[in-house]
C-alpha cells in the first residue's frame, strides 16, 4: 500500500442491544486483523440499541475496512467516525499513587491545575479522578510520571458530535 | 393452530418454497427430526455419511439450482463437523441456512452432553447467526435467516435452537418471505464517469467473478461485451459466463490461468473488474497487476472496494443494475485490433504433458466433456485436477461447474454432487476429483447408492497430492514431504462394496469405454483414472509473481 500515513479516527457504532452483539464485532476485528487502541460499550437514551465506541488508528485505506466491514454485521445500525473538529470526546482516569506527606502537596496542585480530583487518600497512597479530552489526560500523565504510580485505569474514549443531525438522523432499518 | 417449534421451522420452509433439506440426525435434533417425518410427503430430508457432505450437499444444490440450501444437523459433533461446509459457502458467497438442534436451555452454558456454543464456533464464517431459546422468536428468525442468506453479497446463516425451543408449541400464523435488502444504487454521476473512461479505453479488458453469477447477469456480461468490443477474463467462481468458443472470451485468468488472459490484463490500459475481489490468486502481485492500467470496480459489497488492490473508480451496486445504466452511456468504438490482439495470443498455450505417460489428464477431462451434453454440471474437488477441469472443460453454463474456489476445500466434491444431482435429477453429474480428495469424502458413496444419484465421479489418480507436489516439485527441491501415500486403495473394489460401479483406465481408450459405460448405469460410478505424478498444472505464475514470471512448460 502506497499510503503509509497514520491517521487517529474515533468512530461511532450503534448496534442493537441483544446478547452476542460485542462478541460479534470483537471477532470482525480480530479476523480482518483490525488493532484498535481503545473501545467502550453503553447504553443509549434507547433500551433496543448501544453504542461502541472505538479508537482506531491506521491509514484511510484501514479506515475504510474497518468500517465497510463493520457495517455488513446485521446488528449494525449506523456508524460513523465522529471528526476531530466537531465532535467532543471525553476519557475518564483513575490513578493511584503512593505518596507520602511531602509528596502529596505538589500532587495536589498539579491536579488542580488539570482539574482532577483526590478521591481517595491514606497515609500512603492517594487516588485521583479526572475526566477530559485524551490529550489532556496525556499531559496530565506525562506529570505524573514523575512521582510512584501504582496502578493506571483508562476508560477509553466516548465521543459525541456536535452536530444535530447525527442523532436526529433515523436508523437504517 | 398451535404448533411445535419443529414444526414451526418446517411451516416457515415451506413458506420458502423449499421441498428438499439435508442432514444428519442425533439426540437434540429428535423433535426436529419427528418433524421431519411428519412433514416427508412435502419435504425430502437427504441422510449423508456425514454432516460436512450434507452441508456442501447444501452448497452444491444452490450452485446448481439457484434455490438456497438448507442443512439440519445435532447439537456437538453434528454442528462442529457442518463448519468446513459453511465456511466454503462464506468463501464463496453462496447462501445457506444451517439449522442445528443445542442442549435445552436449563442446561446451556453448563458444558452438558455434546453442548457446543456453535454461534460462537461459526461467528467468523456467517453472514449472521442467531440464538434461539425461546419460541416467540423462532419463526422470524427463519424468515430472516433467508432474507439475509439472500440479500446483497450473499452467505451461510445459522440458527441454533434449544431442544426445549423445538417441543415447546405456540400458535403459528402463517407468514411470507422477507423481501430482501435493497442493493445499493450507484449515482448516475458515478456511471458517467466509469462510461467516459470506457469511451476514453483503447485496450479494455473486463474482469469478471462470481458477483456476476450472483447477479445473474450471464446475458447481460455479454451484451456488455460486444458493446464496448473488448476482450474479458474470468475468475474460478464465474466459468461460463462467457461462451468457450467466443472471441472475448481469453480465458481463466490469474496463478493458473491462460496466457492470454494474463497477458490482456498486463497490457489493458483500463481493467473493468465486475463482481470480483482481485484476490491473491488472480493480482498475485497487487502492486504490479495490471500496472499500466486504470481500474475500475463493480460490486454490491462496498467493502470490497481497495481491498486488495487500490482502484481508480469503484461503483458499489448490483451488476446486471450497472449494466443496464451504463449501456446508453457508451460510445461505439472500434477496437478490433486490440481484441484482435488477444485472441491470437489465446493460440498460445502452456500444457506441456508427460511424455511417458499413457494418459493424460487432458485428455481425461476433454473424452468426458465430449461424451456428455450442454446440460451437465461438472463438479470438482481441489488440486490439480481441479485447475485441468477449470482450464480444459468448454463451459458453457456458469451453474454447471461447481467448484470450491475461496476455501479451496478437499473433500467439497462428492457432498456438493450429490446436492447438484438431488436438486436436477435430469442433468447428468460428473464429480472430478483426485485421490488425496478423495480419500477426504469417498464416505458419501453410501448417499449416492441409498438416492440412486447416477453421478460419475472421475478420479484423477495420479497417486500423490499432487498440488502441493508441484509445489515441492518446482520450490522445495523435490522434498517430497507427506505428499506421496504409499496407498493401495483399489477403487473398483471399495466403489463395489459401496454398492457402486467401478472401473478403473489406464489409457484414453479404456476412460472412453469405461465413461460409456459409466453413463449407462443408474447409480454412481467411479473411474479411477490412472496418471502420472510429474504432470503439472501449467501455465502457472507462482504468488507473488507477475506476468514475466509465469511458467509455460
Ligand atoms: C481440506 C484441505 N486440506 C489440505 C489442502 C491443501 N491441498 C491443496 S491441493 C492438495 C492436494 C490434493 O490432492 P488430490 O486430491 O490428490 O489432487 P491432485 O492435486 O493430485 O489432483 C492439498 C493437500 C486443502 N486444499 N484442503
Ligand atoms: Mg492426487
Given amino acids: 500500500m502506497a499510503e503509509k500515513n497514520y491517521k487517529r479516527e474515533v468512530i461511532s457504532i450503534l448496534v442493537d442491544n441483544e446478547s452476542n452483539v460485542l462478541a460479534r464485532v470483537v471477532s470482525l476485528f480480530g479476523r480482518r486483523g483490525f488493532n484498535i487502541d481503545s473501545l467502550t460499550v453503553s447504553a443509549t437514551n434507547d433500551p433496543k440499541l448501544s453504542r461502541i465506541t472505538i479508537v482506531f488508528t491506521g491509514t484511510d485505506n484501514a479506515l475504510h475496512q474497518i468500517i465497510t466491514q463493520t457495517e455488513k454485521l446485521e446488528v449494525v445500525r449506523d456508524i460513523f467516525t465522529l471528526g476531530r473538529d466537531d465532535s467532543i470526546y471525553r476519557e475518564l482516569l483513575l490513578i493511584k499513587l503512593r505518596a507520602d506527606k511531602t509528596a502529596r502537596t505538589a500532587i495536589r496542585e498539579i491536579t488542580d491545575i488539570y482539574r482532577g480530583r483526590i478521591v481517595d487518600l491514606s497515609k500512603s497512597s492517594l487516588i485521583i479522578e479526572m475526566t477530559g479530552a485524551p490529550g489532556k489526560i496525556d499531559a496530565f500523565m506525562e506529570m505524573m510520571n514523575c512521582y510512584d504510580i501504582v496502578e493506571v485505569c483508562r476508560t477509553g474514549i466516548t465521543g459525541i458530535g456536535r452536530d444535530l443531525t447525527v442523532d436526529d438522523e433515523p436508523c437504517k432499518a | 393452530m398451535k404448533l411445535t417449534g419443529s414444526q414451526i421451522v418446517m411451516e416457515v420452509l415451506l413458506e420458502h418454497g423449499?421441498?428438499?433439506?439435508?442432514?444428519?440426525?442425533?439426540?437434540?435434533?429428535?423433535?426436529?427430526?419427528?418433524?421431519?417425518?411428519?412433514?416427508?410427503?412435502?419435504?425430502?430430508?437427504?441422510?449423508?455419511?456425514?454432516?460436512?457432505?450434507?452441508?456442501?450437499?447444501?452448497?452444491?444444490?444452490?450452485?446448481?439450482?439457484?434455490?438456497?440450501?438448507?442443512?439440519?444437523?445435532?447439537?456437538?459433533?453434528?454442528?462442529?463437523?457442518?463448519?468446513?461446509?459453511?465456511?466454503?459457502?462464506?468463501?464463496?458467497?453462496?447462501?445457506?441456512?444451517?439449522?442445528?438442534?443445542?442442549?435445552?436451555?436449563?442446561?446451556?452454558?453448563?458444558?452438558?452432553?455434546?453442548?457446543?456454543?456453535?454461534?460462537?464456533?461459526?461467528?467468523?464464517?456467517t453472514k449472521h447467526s442467531f440464538f434461539i431459546n425461546d419460541i416467540e422468536d423462532l419463526p422470524g428468525a427463519v424468515r430472516k435467516a433467508f432474507r439475509i442468506a439472500n440479500s446483497g453479497r450473499k452467505g451461510p446463516v445459522l440458527i441454533d435452537i434449544t431442544k426445549d425451543v423445538t417441543a415447546a408449541?405456540?400458535?403459528?400464523?402463517?407468514?411470507?418471505?422477507?423481501?430482501?435488502?435493497?442493493?445499493?444504487?450507484?449515482?448516475?454521476?458515478?456511471i458517467e464517469e466509469v462510461a467516459k473512461m470506457i469511451n476514453k479505453a483503447e485496450r479494455p479488458v473486463v474482469y469478471y467473478g462470481g458477483g456476476v453469477v450472483a447477479s445473474r447477469a450471464e446475458k447481460e456480461l455479454n451484451a456488455f461485451l460486444d458493446l464496448i468490443d473488448a476482450p474479458s477474463a474470468y475468475t474460478l467462481m464465474a466459468a461460463g459466463c462467457v461462451g468457450n468458443e467466443d472471441h472475448r472470451n481469453l480465458g481463466l485468468i490469474g496463478m493458473h490461468g491462460s496466457i492470454a488472459a494474463n497477458r490482456a490484463i498486463d497490457r489493458a490500459d483500463l481493467i473493468i473488474a465486475l463482481g470480483t475481489r482481485f484476490s491473491d490468486r488472480v493480482a498475485l502481485n497487487p502492486d504490479k497487476w495490471a500496472h499500466r492500467a486504470k481500474k475500475v470496480q463493480v460490486d454490491i459489497d462496498r467493502s470490497e472496494v481497495d481491498k486488495n488492490v487500490i482502484v481508480d473508480k469503484a461503483v458499489v451496486t448490483d451488476i446486471k443494475e450497472f449494466i443496464n445504466t451504463i449501456t446508453p452511456m457508451i460510445k461505439k468504438k472500434d477496437r478490433s485490433e486490440w481484441v484482435a490482439q488477444a485472441t491470437e495470443w489465446k493460440k498460445k498455450r502452456g500444457d506441456a504433458q508427460c511424455q511417458e505417460a499413457q494418459l493424460h489428464p487432458k485428455e481425461i477431462v476433454d473424452i468426458a466433456c465430449d461424451k456428455t451434453d450442454n446440460e451437465t454440471i461438472y463438479v470438482t474437488d481441489v488440486g490439480q485436477h481441479q485447475m485441468w477441469a477449470a482450464q480444459y472443460l468448454k463451459h458453457c453454463n456458469t451453474q454447471h461447474f461447481i467448484t470450491s474456489g475461496g476455501l479451496g476445500t478437499m473433500g467439497y466434491g462428492y457432498g456438493a454432487a450429490i446436492g447438484a444431482q438431488i436438486g436436477c435429477p435430469d442433468k447428468r453429474v460428473v464429480h472430478f476429483t483426485g485421490d488425496g480428495s478423495f480419500h477426504m469424502n469417498m464416505n458419501e458413496a453410501c448417499t449416492a447408492v441409498s438416492e440412486n444419484l447416477p453421478i460419475i465421479t472421475v478420479i484423477f489418480d495420479n497417486k500423490v497430492l499432487g498440488m502441493v507436489y508441484q509445489w515441492q516439485t518446482a520450490f522445495y527441491g523435490r522434498r517430497f514431504s507427506a505428499t506421496t501415500p504409499d496407498r493401495k486403495t483399489d477403487y473398483v473394489k471399495v466403489a463395489e462394496g459401496f454398492g457402486a460401479k467401478g472401473y478403473a483406465a489406464t489409457t484414453p481408450e479404456e476412460f472412453e469405454k469405461a465413461f460409456d459405460a459409466a453413463l449407462k448405469n443408474d447409480g454412481p460410478s467411479w473411474i479411477a483414472c490412472s496418471i502420472a505424478a510429474e504432470e503439472r498444472v501449467l501455465p502457472m505464475i507462482p504468488s507473488g509473481g507477475g506476468i514475466e514470471d509465469m511458467i509455460i512448460g
Fill in chain 2, 18 to 125: 423449499v421441498d428438499t433439506v439435508f442432514g444428519y440426525p442425533g439426540g437434540t435434533a429428535l423433535n426436529n427430526y419427528d418433524a421431519l417425518y411428519e412433514y416427508s410427503d412435502r419435504i425430502k430430508h437427504v441422510l449423508t455419511a456425514h454432516e460436512q457432505g450434507a452441508a456442501h450437499a447444501a452448497d452444491g444444490y444452490y450452485r446448481a439450482t439457484g434455490k438456497t440450501g438448507v442443512v439440519f444437523a445435532t447439537s456437538g459433533p453434528g454442528a462442529t463437523n457442518l463448519v468446513t461446509g459453511i465456511a466454503t459457502a462464506f468463501m464463496d458467497s453462496i447462501p445457506m441456512v444451517a439449522i442445528t438442534a443445542n442442549v435445552p436451555d436449563p442446561l446451556i452454558g453448563r458444558d452438558a452432553f455434546q453442548e457446543i456454543y456453535i454461534t460462537g464456533v461459526t461467528l467468523p464464517i
Fill in chain 2, 169 to 190: 408449541e405456540m400458535e403459528y400464523k402463517p407468514g411470507k418471505p422477507l423481501p430482501l435488502d435493497k442493493y445499493p444504487k450507484a449515482r448516475k454521476k458515478e
